[in-house]
């Protein structure tokens, strides 16, 4: 089967890595390029590894065996190659701005006017990767959510250069390889994700610093109870369906809701007693080894993957 396009990948690591599973499952040939020759060698060992378990699982996305996408996935050490006739190149390199600023100094001086130059960063805004660019305009964010072959959402945030027809673009392509796109119009600190995620770790540590809930408690707040809702809706669906409306609920709970808020606390500096407190629980669930985190991580993704499929097996049946 011939490959839809060429997708190049400029960095090896999990984030790296769960691209090129994602672009392979729909077809697409991908170049996996890291500094050094060891580095990506691992990678496709860890890829078809991976690939493999999927299959042997029933979990593997798309129409095509596991053999046939790791055919499609190469490595190379080689930037230029990496990136030649590439539709679309996604970087997945550490979050440091002074490095996210030199590759896509690179990818500025190889691409040509019909590349798409993207960034997986997961909080430096595209106004500081992008600025003073030849290619601004095809330069965007498409910050996944780890581990990204489990979590399908993906936010697209533009350099306020951004041409309209690279946020569309990239936002077909992700619904083509099985993700969830949302749209920033603008950029902002955080993006969305983190910003939600920000204010719930917040209230979190504020209950567990004041002495309100021990951090078992606060944690299965969310899995036994918000979690459970916010799988298949977010919260301003579940608002809607909570009363008759939304304005109803807000007529309802906006008071409430406005008393609460105001009791919330200081941002916390996530140290002190608080920590060791936080540290403590979660080590006795999970010692910080990375045996037991690897494990964890499996049993995570295990339910995840769970997930995926109930969802999808339930808007089929729909």
Request: one cysteine or more; proline letters at 5%; charged letters at 20%.
């Amino acid at each position: 089967m011939a490959a839809k396009g060429k997708v190049g990948i400029i960095g090896s690591g999990l984030i790296g890595r769960g691209w090129a599973m994602l672009f392979a499952a729909s077809g697409y040939e991908v170049c996996l390029f890291d500094i050094l020759p060891e580095q990506v060698s691992g990678a496709l060992d860890n890829i078809k590894m991976c690939l493999q378990d999927l299959q042997k699982a029933g979990l593997l996305r798309g129409s095509l065996t596991a053999d046939e996408q790791f055919g499609l996935i190469s490595g190379c050490s080689d930037f230029n190659a990496a990136c030649q006739g590439a539709l679309h190149v996604q970087e997945c390199v550490p979050e440091n701005l002074e490095l996210k600023k030199k590759i896509f100094s690179q990818l500025d001086a190889v691409a040509d006017d019909n590349m798409v130059l993207s960034s997986s960063t997961s909080c430096i805004l595209p106004s500081k990767i992008f600025s003073g660019l030849k290619h601004v305009k095809q330069c965007i964010v498409a910050h996944p959510v780890n581990p990204p072959y489990y979590v399908p959402l993906v936010e697209l945030i533009p350099h306020p250069e951004t041409e309209q027809s690279i946020m569309d673009r990239t936002r077909a392509l992700m619904k083509e390889i099985g993700q969830s796109p949302v749209s920033l119009k603008k950029e902002v600190d955080g993006f969305a994700l983190n910003r939600i995620q920000y204010a719930i770790i917040a209230e979190s540590w504020r209950l567990i610093q004041d002495g309100v809930m021990s951090p078992e408690d606060v944690d299965t707040v969310m899995s036994a109870g918000l979690g459970r809702r916010y799988a298949f809706m977010g919260p301003l669906e579940v608002m809607h369906l909570n009363a008759e409306g939304m304005k109803s609920y807000v007529e309802r709970y906006g008071e409430t809701m406005q008393r609460v808020l105001s009791t919330f606390g200081p941002i916390p500096d996530f140290s002190g007693p608080a920590l060791e407190t936080v540290d403590a629980a979660m080590t006795n669930q999970t010692p910080s080894t990375p045996e037991a985190l690897t494990e964890r991580r499996r049993w995570r993704d295990a339910r995840l993957t769970g997930l995926a499929r109930l969802q999808s097996d339930m808007d089929n049946s729909s």
